[in-house]
């Protein structure tokens, strides 16, 4: 089964300020591998989103909340927290490795 991935405003969001904090704080370099990396990552969910681990944040939502790791160099891994309904897997938001655990009152919409 194939599946259609979608952002929500607050994942959209969270990526222009993840490469925005990318390209202050190392390079443009380092913003658009982000980016390459993210890309590439959601061919995951597109085909097996149910292979992604249970986020650990699950536990604070009705809906099961999974995660998808991935990483930009040896870096500890960038997560994003989706969900799957029907055929869509719906991408709530995306978090670096120093951020803090999302509650629902942190997810537009939610």
Not at 17 to 32: F, G, H
Not at 80 to 105: G, H, M, T, Y
Request: hydrophobic share 40%; proline share 5%; aromatic share 10%.
């Amino acid at each position: 089964m194939s599946y259609r991935v979608e952002l929500t405003a607050g994942a959209h969001a969270d990526l222009a300020r993840l490469m925005v904090w990318l390209e202050e704080r190392s390079s443009i370099v380092a913003a658009d591998r982000f980016s390459m990396r993210f890309d590439e990552a959601l061919d995951r969910p597109e085909s097996r989103p149910l292979s992604c681990g249970l986020a650990y944040e699950n536990r604070y939502f009705a809906e099961e909340v999974r995660h998808l790791l991935f990483r930009v160099g040896k870096s500890k891994p960038y997560r994003a927290l989706f969900i799957v309904q029907d055929d869509v897997v719906k991408i709530l938001c995306i978090r670096a490795p120093s951020e803090k655990p999302v509650k629902p009152r942190d997810i537009e919409g939610e």
